[in-house]
T-cell receptor
């Protein structure tokens, strides 16, 4: 099963961009890359997903490496409300989801 | 409001006393799943269900049972809970089982087994 690895924690200043990396070197050709975030005392919530091309939505952007072995979630202007644990996960095609341990993002005012 | 609900939200129990954590979704989703979250280990999938009467094991199924008799409900059953099942549990659902479907998570159930 494909697994993901992420840094345990990152810090960012408010109003600055944040790049959250994820490595998934054993990704298969049909795996989609999904990102979720978990705010304090809440369940995870969907952020963005992609397969091969970079993706943008109102929350964030997803940059996917050409070989698909890594991806980066980009928050263009971090706010205090973006402080959360961010999870990178792959859909394995057998309906199993494998989450990494996530990156705890701290946003400094 | 579209949502995934879990009950109870908090539960303290003793070793060996059977318990059930309920999960219900009102979005007519086909796929449902249970996760546990432990410090340093992230989210780990326990069981999932692709549709009514179709379930399969995730990464950490030992000590748990599930059933999917109705599309909206996916209860998690601990027949004989042990202290190592103390954890934060999340139920999730998604419209289907393609790689593009996103999961909607419930608010979580914090379980303590003494």
């Amino acid at each position: 099963d494909a697994k993901t690895t992420q840094p345990n924690s990152m810090e960012s200043n408010e109003e600055e961009p944040v790049h959250l990396p994820c490595n998934h070197s054993t990704i298969s050709g049909t795996d989609y890359i999904h990102w979720y975030r978990q705010l304090p005392s809440q369940g995870p919530e969907y952020v963005i997903h992609g397969l091969t091309s970079n993706v943008n939505n109102r929350m964030a952007s997803l940059a996917i490496a050409e070989d698909r072995k890594s991806s980066t979630l980009i928050l263009h202007r971090a706010t205090l409300r973006d402080a959360a644990v961010y999870y990178c996960t792959l859909s394995s095609g057998t309906y199993k989801y494998i989450f990494g341990t996530g990156t705890r993002l701290k946003v400094l005012a | 409001e579209a949502q995934v609900t879990q009950n109870p939200r908090y539960l303290i129990t003793v070793t060996g006393k059977k318990l059930t954590v309920t999960c219900s979704q009102n979005m007519n989703h086909e796929y449902m799943s249970w996760y546990r979250q432990d410090p340093g280990l992230g989210l780990r999938q326990i069981y999932y269900s692709m549709n009514v009467e179709v379930t399969d094991k995730g990464d950490v199924p030992e000590g748990y049972k599930v059933s999917r008799k109705e599309k909206r409900n996916f209860p998690l059953i601990l027949e004989s809970p042990s202290p190592n099942q103390t954890s934060l549990y999340f139920c999730a659902s998604s419209p289907g089982t393609s790689g593009t479907d996103t999961q909607y998570f419930g608010p979580g159930t914090r379980l303590t087994v003494l």
